[in-house]
């Protein structure tokens, strides 16, 4: 083949491989430019009627009527979240299947479960809510204060009971890292939800709990059944503004068991439809009928996107990493 022969064809390829990528990117932005044209599903990993199926419809019914299509909420209760999220990284990425993503167990089931997904498999979107946890005591407890509770465990160790959520959820996880971290061992009790860790603290078999604000722990708060020792944010929260952090009590490092509810979509989905539902989630938080319905104290006092929840569970994968492989190992 001659010199000019040669040329000829790779100009060619150049220009048909030009010609490509411009027709790829023109039906991206056609794709984009036309989303959503159809019904959006809404894959929620509890079952109908607990919170944060409420939560999901709230934030469902507002992209409804805003992008203009049916939001389809699915409740795919079981196995972790295992069960939605295989669903969801099993779906095309075009933007009609959409996902809560509970942080931090959405990332640390894969750390501690073998599961066909890991945190690289979906494209996060945006925060709904935001739940810290809380270490309370019954109202008759001998502890009135975090530091007291805190002494008494460093002085006894291991003899204290901490009910958590679950055996692998991120409070079970913190109080791991107490112990490894900071030197002070409890016994984790894990009970399955909320209703059995209330009558566990209510009947005395266990000394304190480390759970999700919940509006249902609130509700113990104000009835006088339940005291509040300390929170997980690294700043105190409006709602308890006499409850100290775990940070100010000497505990820096555990600010992680502050739960993220958000919205996901699988891998690959183009850029312009992540935009565009963050950018009506944003919208959405600024919505008085659907803060009213989240309840107003969960919404975060600043928009958490696509770029930011990420970088959260990044942060939650790297510190919870060494924890989850001493669990997996045992």
Do not use: H
């Not at 000019?4 to 790829?24: E, I, K």
């Amino acid at each position: 083949m001659t010199y000019r022969a040669a040329a000829r064809l790779l100009t060619l390829v150049v220009a048909a491989a030009l010609t490509a990528s411009c027709a790829g990117r023109n039906a991206s932005s056609e794709e984009t430019a036309e989303y959503p044209s159809r019904e959006i599903t809404l894959i929620v990993p509890y079952t109908a009627g607990g919170p944060t199926d409420l939560a999901s419809r709230a934030m469902g019914g507002y992209l409804e009527r805003t992008l203009g299509q049916p939001v389809i909420v699915q409740n795919l209760p079981g196995a972790a979240g295992s069960v939605a999220m295989n669903e969801l990284v099993a779906s095309d990425p075009d933007g009609y299947t959409v996902k809560l993503i509970a942080a931090p167990s959405t990332v640390v089931t894969p750390l501690i479960q073998d599961v066909a997904y890991g945190p690289e498999d979906f494209q996060t979107v945006g925060v709904i809510t935001e739940v810290p946890s809380v270490l309370a005591v019954g109202a008759d407890s001998e502890f009135a204060t975090g530091r007291a509770f805190f002494d008494s465990a460093r002085q006894r160790p291991g003899q204290l009971t901490v009910g958590t959520p679950g055996a692998t959820t991120s409070q079970a996880i913190e109080l791991r890292r107490l112990a490894t971290e900071y030197g002070i061992e409890v016994t984790v009790v894990p009970f399955n939800g909320n209703a059995e860790l209330t009558q566990a603290l209510l009947g005395g078999n266990v000394d304190a709990l480390l759970v999700n604000v919940s509006q249902d722990i609130r509700g113990q708060f104000d009835a006088g059944e339940f005291r509040p020792l300390a929170i997980s944010p690294a700043e105190r929260v409006d709602y308890l503004p006499d409850t100290p952090t775990l940070s100010e009590l000497g505990f820096p490092g555990l600010t992680y068991s502050t739960s993220l509810f958000g919205l996901g979509v699988p891998v690959g989905t183009p850029p312009g439809i992540v935009t565009k539902l963050e950018e009506a989630m944003w919208a959405g938080l600024d919505d008085p009928e659907v803060r009213r319905q989240l309840d107003e104290a969960y919404v975060p006092d600043e928009f958490i996107g696509a770029t930011e929840f990420r970088s959260r569970l990044d942060d939650i994968v790297r510190v919870y990493g060494p924890v989850a492989e001493a669990l997996r190992g045992r």
